[in-house]
């Protein structure tokens, strides 16, 4: 899955000081999330497992949890490099079925052009012992200053900026 010597823990929820996050953070039954950074690429890592309460087909997990899953590594990706972004557009191709209880790997990768970010991302994992590639993504987010987001904002660029 991912290689542990590559990477940084990186703790979203504590960066997100009183505020919540409607995916990161860990509830065993719904969406338990992990965050790394990549010490070759600087790219953030989200590992995430699906409980039984994200449930939508019988067995599966609902398409809505694992658009909410990219939605939120993309944001946080786009953070780790320092960008506070908002989502204007986000589009998810379905690739495999997701068994509940599976645990998957989404990274990201970011193209900027002024204000304007394009992400990519995929979800990876294993079905049935065999690498498989789940669901891909893309987004388009609209920059905005680290200050409009408050001392939360804050917290999270110093973060960023101690882990580089």
Not at 17 to 32: I, T
Not at 102 to 112: A, D, G, P, R
């Amino acid at each position: 899955m991912i290689d542990e010597s590559l990477v940084i823990t990186v703790n979203m929820v504590k960066a997100l000081g009183d505020r919540r996050s409607f995916v990161a953070g860990d509830a065993p039954s719904r969406l338990s999330t992990e965050f790394f950074k990549r010490v070759d690429t600087g790219g953030l890592v989200m590992r995430v497992h699906f409980g039984a309460d994200t449930e939508g087909p019988p067995g599966l997990a609902h398409s809505g949890s694992i658009a909410a899953a990219f939605s939120e590594a993309m944001i946080f990706s786009a953070w780790a490099q320092g960008h506070g972004v908002l989502a204007i557009r986000l589009n998810t191709t379905y690739k495999q079925m997701l068994p509940l209880g599976s645990t998957v790997l989404i990274e990201t990768q970011i193209t900027i052009d002024g204000l304007r970010m394009t992400m990519h991302s995929t979800m990876s994992g294993q079905l049935q012992g065999v690498d498989a590639i789940f669901a891909e993504a893309e987004g388009l987010f609209m920059a905005i200053p680290a200050a409009k987001f408050g001392i939360d904002g804050h917290k999270v660029a110093q973060m960023f900026a101690a882990l580089s």
